[in-house]
């Protein structure tokens, strides 16, 4: 005998048990496969890796993959040099140190089964019969403020908005009203 479905005590109506949403944010993990603590949706803030090398994102790709989350959402940091393609192009061409390929670095998280944020969104639905059922919308971003010296050598950098040259009220006038929802 199967338990009864609840009821609305006003409509009649079936309900279904709802329970919360579970969201697990890290970042900075730099190339470590740490043990996560449960969840529904992880969110990688950036940071996955030292350089973004290939190999560092393919074997952190892996590593989230096996995570035991419904949901990964994936947003780059200032140390995933490849990921920023205007950014690594201009390494390559003042070192030859700087040989990966941009095209294959992105395709690792692109063919992935990880949602990957690169200043867009995405909407996430959540279908587990075990799972909270949640829709949402989300945003990422991988850019931040240019901080001096200490981000000479990173990605997704913009000259701070008290610079006149600086790009954040264009940059953050791209996330426009009604692409982020709960």
């Not at 008290?162 to 954040?168: E, L």
Request: charged share 20%; net charge negative.
């Amino acid at each position: 005998m199967e338990p009864a479905t609840p009821q609305d005590s006003n409509t009649g109506q079936e309900t279904r048990a709802t329970r919360r949403t579970r969201f697990v944010c890290i970042s900075d993990t730099h190339n470590a496969n740490i043990a996560l603590p449960k969840g529904d949706v992880l969110i990688h803030a950036g940071d996955l890796t030292n350089k973004g090398s290939h190999s560092e994102l393919s074997k952190t790709v892996q590593w989230l993959e096996k995570a035991n989350f419904e949901c990964k959402i994936v947003i780059a940091g200032n140390h995933e040099l490849t990921l920023d393609e205007p950014y690594y192009t201009g390494l390559k061409a003042s070192s030859s140190s700087y040989d990966e390929d941009v095209g294959a670095c992105l395709d690792i998280l692109k063919t992935s089964s990880l949602t990957y944020l690169c200043h867009d969104s995405a909407e996430i639905r959540l279908t587990s019969p075990s799972g909270p059922r949640t829709r949402f919308t989300v945003f990422g971003s991988p850019y931040s403020p240019r901080r001096g010296e200490e981000t000479a050598f990173s990605a997704f950098v913009y000259d701070s908005p008290t610079n006149p040259s600086g790009q954040a009220p264009t940059l953050w006038a791209d996330i426009a009203p009604g692409r982020i929802s709960w």
